[in-house]
């Protein structure tokens, strides 16, 4: 099982064309800040994103996201490879 | 209209207007357009990407729910299959394919909202997430998933 740091619909974009979703769904808010890099969508579809920015919004803070090169597995296999 | 609503009863919206985010160009006509969605989904996951998108939008002052996709609208380019599929959707192993007839026929109209090739699938209420859920069909594989991007914004 994979653990998301924040869901998202990671088809989802805004007028930035950034991927966008909501900081208080994040499993730990603390983590989310710009230049990070956490794994976003779900558990049947996660993904490695780059925190661009937090945009406060009258009704929450809005995170967009950069989807990053490579899935969950090449990511895997890297991390392996270099034994860390 | 589902009771379910993103607003707060007694206080101004503050959510934003979708409408300011549609494209001003004609809605797709070809019912035989392709849909594109990265999936798979559920039908839990399409309610809970509906209710963020009515938590931060009004369409004309109403409520909206709405799920992402993009519309193949080129043969070449960004709104082309291809390009979707290796920008936009390459994290995703698998995506839905469907026509803009299929969609309109199950009754969800497409609103072209923010840059092309996303369209908004408009959902009468959160709960017929799980009509529209049953109207992406089946899941094909993406034969660019992974694939180290070479366009687009993202």
């Given at each position: 099982m994979i653990t998301i740091d924040i869901p998202a619909d990671l088809n989802a974009e805004d007028e930035t064309g950034l991927i966008w979703t909501f900081l208080d769904e994040a499993a730990d808010p603390e983590a989310i800040k710009p230049g990070a890099i956490v794994v976003a969508g779900s558990e049947l579809t996660p993904a490695v994103c780059e925190v661009v920015d937090l945009v406060e919004k009258a009704v929450g803070v809005v995170v967009h996201l950069r989807l990053l090169p490579g899935t969950i597995d090449q990511y895997r296999r890297l991390v392996h490879r270099i034994g860390v | 209209m589902s009771s379910e609503m993103g607003g707060v009863p007694g206080?101004?919206?503050a959510r934003e207007e979708l409408r300011h985010r549609v494209r001003p160009e004609a809605r797709p006509v070809d019912t035989s357009q392709v849909v594109l969605r990265g999936g798979p989904d559920t039908r839990s996951l399409l309610r809970s990407h509906a209710r963020r998108v009515n938590r931060l939008f009004v369409l004309d002052g109403a409520e909206v729910w709405a799920i992402s996709v993009s519309v193949v609208l080129d043969d070449v380019g960004v709104g082309s299959s291809r390009s979707i599929l290796r920008t936009?959707?390459?994290?995703?192993?698998h995506v839905y394919l469907s026509t803009v007839g299929r969609l309109r026929k199950r009754g969800f109209d497409l609103l072209p909202t923010f840059a092309r090739p996303h369209f908004s699938v408009l959902l009468p209420g959160v709960d017929h997430a799980e009509e529209l859920f049953d109207a992406l069909g089946e899941l094909h594989s993406n034969p660019y998933a992974g694939e180290q991007e070479t366009g687009g914004q993202r």
């Open positions: - | 206080k101004p919206d936009r959707l390459r994290s995703y192993d």
